[in-house]
């Protein structure tokens, strides 16, 4: 199985800030992975698709890149409602695996 | 609008049996891959398990291997997830995902809550 070492665990953060949350991959998977954000009592929602595609309404603010099994989620200018916890999840092959979480707080 | 609805969650007791359903909406349900995702109370994300459009194609988490079972009904564009021998680390919100399999962008339903009394 692919492992996702997903880090920081938590990660303490002021409004304007810009915040870095990385996955490794044990393993190669091309660029198959994509960012969530959830906050509680709800569902994850996408942010990020194929390493680094936004999805359709997401603010621009967000964005994703990658450096072989290395991928980042950056958010260039935290916001009151970023506030949340974020998971990352390979897709290249099953059982589809995810990282542990950061929660990103004030 | 892409739309996941799952529904049949509840209490159930240890060794008891429970069938989640979601059903889908405003995609081609029959295209595409779909999965079941679960996240316990105050945990990560774990997934439970996937099957390809056609139906005959399945995989399944070693946690829940040979006690879970996944399936679809394409002419009602329904997933399904029969759950036995159900256990107490069982308990958790199970979410229904159009999976990403063949470049597919990812879709999640709200979920619904299986708790598992001992």
């Known amino acids: 199985d692919i492992q996702m070492t997903q880090s920081p665990s938590t990660l303490s953060a002021s409004v304007g800030d810009r915040v870095t949350i990385t996955c490794r991959a044990s393993?190669?998977?091309?660029?198959?992975l994509a960012w969530y954000q959830q906050k509680p009592g709800k569902a994850p929602k996408l942010l990020i698709y194929?390493?680094?595609n936004l999805e359709s309404g997401v603010p621009s603010r967000f964005s994703g890149s990658e450096s072989g099994t290395g991928f980042t989620l950056t958010i260039s200018s935290l916001q009151p409602d970023d506030f949340a916890t974020y998971f990352c999840?390979?897709?290249?092959?099953?059982?589809?695996?995810f990282g542990q979480g950061t929660k990103v707080e004030i | 609008e892409m739309q996941l609805v799952e529904s049949g969650g509840g209490l159930v007791q240890r060794g008891g049996s429970l069938r989640l359903s979601c059903a889908a909406s405003?995609?081609?349900?029959?295209?595409?891959?779909m999965s079941w995702v679960r996240q316990a109370p105050g945990m990560g994300l774990e997934w439970v398990s996937a099957?390809?459009?056609?139906?005959?194609?399945?995989f399944y988490a070693d946690s829940v291997k040979g006690r879970f079972t996944i399936s679809r009904d394409n002419s009602k564009n329904t997933l399904y997830l029969q759950m036995n021998s159900l256990r107490a680390e069982d308990t958790a919100v199970y979410y229904c995902?159009?999976?990403?399999?063949?470049?597919?962008?990812?879709?999640w339903g709200q979920g619904t809550l299986v708790t598992v009394s001992s």
């Open positions: 999840q390979q897709y290249n092959s099953f059982p589809r695996t």
């Open positions: 099957i390809f459009g056609g139906g005959t194609t399945t």
């Open positions: 405003g995609f081609t349900f029959s295209t595409y891959a």
């Open positions: 194929k390493a680094s």
């Open positions: 393993q190669s998977i091309g660029s198959w």
């Open positions: 995902a159009k999976d990403p399999a063949g470049g597919a962008t990812p879709f």
